[in-house]
Protein backbone atom coordinates (compact mmCIF):
# COMPACT_ATOMS: atom_id res chain seq x y z
CA UNK A 1 0.00 0.00 0.00
CA UNK A 2 1.23 3.56 -0.90
CA UNK A 3 1.67 6.09 1.60
CA UNK A 4 0.23 9.53 0.18
CA UNK A 5 1.35 12.83 2.39
CA UNK A 6 -0.92 15.37 1.19
CA UNK A 7 -0.50 19.31 2.32
CA UNK A 8 -3.34 21.27 2.28
CA UNK A 9 -3.48 24.48 2.64
CA UNK A 10 -4.94 27.85 2.09
CA UNK A 11 -3.80 30.14 -1.10
CA UNK A 12 -5.38 33.17 -2.83
CA UNK A 13 -7.86 30.79 -4.95
CA UNK A 14 -9.44 28.99 -1.84
CA UNK A 15 -7.33 25.69 -0.97
CA UNK A 16 -4.84 23.51 -2.69
CA UNK A 17 -3.80 19.55 -1.16
CA UNK A 18 0.10 18.70 -3.10
CA UNK A 19 1.32 14.79 -2.58
CA UNK A 20 4.44 15.68 -1.36
CA UNK A 21 6.31 12.50 -1.33
CA UNK A 22 5.80 11.30 -4.74
CA UNK A 23 8.48 11.59 -7.56
CA UNK A 24 5.71 13.13 -10.01
CA UNK A 25 3.56 16.61 -8.72
CA UNK A 26 -0.03 15.48 -8.30
CA UNK A 27 -2.61 18.23 -6.49
CA UNK A 28 -5.80 19.33 -6.67
CA UNK A 29 -6.94 22.92 -5.85
CA UNK A 30 -10.75 24.09 -5.03
CA UNK A 31 -12.50 26.82 -2.82
CA UNK A 32 -12.91 24.26 -0.02
CA UNK A 33 -10.83 21.74 1.49
CA UNK A 34 -13.19 19.38 0.40
CA UNK A 35 -13.42 20.47 -3.43
CA UNK A 36 -9.30 20.59 -3.15
CA UNK A 37 -9.46 16.73 -2.21
CA UNK A 38 -11.56 15.22 -4.81
CA UNK A 39 -9.52 17.22 -7.16
CA UNK A 40 -6.64 15.63 -5.60
CA UNK A 41 -8.03 12.38 -6.26
CA UNK A 42 -9.22 13.41 -9.55
CA UNK A 43 -5.95 13.74 -10.77
CA UNK A 44 -4.63 10.76 -9.36
CA UNK A 45 -7.31 9.06 -11.88
CA UNK A 46 -5.82 10.77 -13.91
CA UNK A 47 -2.40 9.89 -13.89
CA UNK A 48 -3.69 6.12 -13.46
CA UNK A 49 -5.33 6.55 -17.24
CA UNK A 50 -2.29 8.10 -18.72
CA UNK A 51 -0.20 5.26 -17.94
CA UNK A 52 -2.94 2.76 -18.94
CA UNK A 53 -3.22 4.71 -21.87
CA UNK A 54 0.07 4.12 -22.76
CA UNK A 55 0.19 0.68 -21.98
CA UNK A 56 2.99 1.14 -19.00
CA UNK A 57 2.15 0.10 -15.32
CA UNK A 58 1.62 2.77 -12.79
CA UNK A 59 4.19 3.65 -10.30
CA UNK A 60 3.37 1.08 -6.88
CA UNK A 61 2.75 4.86 -5.33
CA UNK A 62 -0.26 5.35 -7.18
CA UNK A 63 -2.00 1.96 -5.70
CA UNK A 64 -3.95 0.90 -3.08
CA UNK A 65 -2.95 4.85 -1.56
CA UNK A 66 -3.43 5.48 2.25
CA UNK A 67 -3.46 9.04 2.63
CA UNK A 68 -1.89 11.10 5.51
CA UNK A 69 -3.08 14.35 5.66
CA UNK A 70 -1.12 17.73 7.42
CA UNK A 71 -3.24 21.39 7.43
CA UNK A 72 -2.26 24.77 8.08
CA UNK A 73 -4.93 25.69 10.49
CA UNK A 74 -7.24 27.90 7.83
CA UNK A 75 -7.58 24.61 5.76
CA UNK A 76 -7.98 22.19 9.05
CA UNK A 77 -11.07 24.97 10.69
CA UNK A 78 -12.43 24.19 6.77
CA UNK A 79 -11.91 20.50 6.63
CA UNK A 80 -13.61 20.09 10.22
CA UNK A 81 -16.05 23.01 9.92
CA UNK A 82 -18.04 21.47 13.25
CA UNK A 83 -15.10 22.79 14.97
CA UNK A 84 -16.14 26.07 16.94
CA UNK A 85 -12.82 28.17 16.49
CA UNK A 86 -13.43 30.36 19.36
CA UNK A 87 -13.94 27.49 22.14
CA UNK A 88 -11.40 25.78 20.55
CA UNK A 89 -8.89 28.60 21.35
CA UNK A 90 -10.30 28.82 24.63
CA UNK A 91 -9.99 25.51 25.36
CA UNK A 92 -6.19 25.26 24.07
CA UNK A 93 -4.91 28.75 25.68
CA UNK A 94 -5.09 30.68 22.61
CA UNK A 95 -7.03 33.90 22.12
CA UNK A 96 -10.10 33.33 19.90
CA UNK A 97 -9.36 36.85 18.16
CA UNK A 98 -5.96 35.52 16.88
CA UNK A 99 -7.36 31.60 16.42
CA UNK A 100 -9.88 33.36 13.83
CA UNK A 101 -6.96 35.22 12.17
CA UNK A 102 -5.31 32.04 11.56
CA UNK A 103 -8.12 30.40 10.91
CA UNK A 104 -8.77 33.54 7.74
CA UNK A 105 -5.22 32.84 6.80
CA UNK A 106 -4.33 36.35 7.52
CA UNK A 107 -1.75 36.10 10.08
CA UNK A 108 1.43 34.26 10.30
CA UNK A 109 1.32 31.03 13.18
CA UNK A 110 4.78 30.60 14.92
CA UNK A 111 5.88 26.74 15.17
CA UNK A 112 4.82 26.87 19.09
CA UNK A 113 1.28 27.80 18.52
CA UNK A 114 0.90 25.26 15.60
CA UNK A 115 2.62 22.71 18.12
CA UNK A 116 0.04 24.00 20.99
CA UNK A 117 -3.07 23.70 18.37
CA UNK A 118 -1.93 20.33 17.28
CA UNK A 119 -1.31 19.02 21.12
CA UNK A 120 -4.92 20.87 21.89
CA UNK A 121 -6.54 18.43 18.71
CA UNK A 122 -4.75 15.25 19.86
CA UNK A 123 -6.14 15.80 23.81
CA UNK A 124 -9.79 15.57 22.02
CA UNK A 125 -8.97 13.07 19.94
CA UNK A 126 -7.88 10.90 22.97
CA UNK A 127 -10.75 12.42 24.87
CA UNK A 128 -13.45 11.08 21.95
CA UNK A 129 -11.55 8.04 21.60
CA UNK A 130 -12.72 7.21 25.29
CA UNK A 131 -16.37 7.70 25.40
CA UNK A 132 -18.90 4.77 25.02
CA UNK A 133 -22.00 5.75 25.15
CA UNK A 134 -25.22 3.75 27.06
Known sequence: M???HVLIEK???GYSAVITN???TIWGAGKTVKEAKEDLMNSIDEA?????EDGTRSPDDLENLDF???YDVSALFDAFSFLNV???AERVGISPSLMRHYKA???YISAAQAKKIEAGLHQIARE???VSLL
Open 22 to 24: FKS
Open 68 to 70: EYK
Open 105 to 107: GDT
Open 86 to 88: SRF
Open 2 to 4: GKA
Open 48 to 52: RQMYA
Open 11 to 13: DEN
Open 128 to 130: LEA
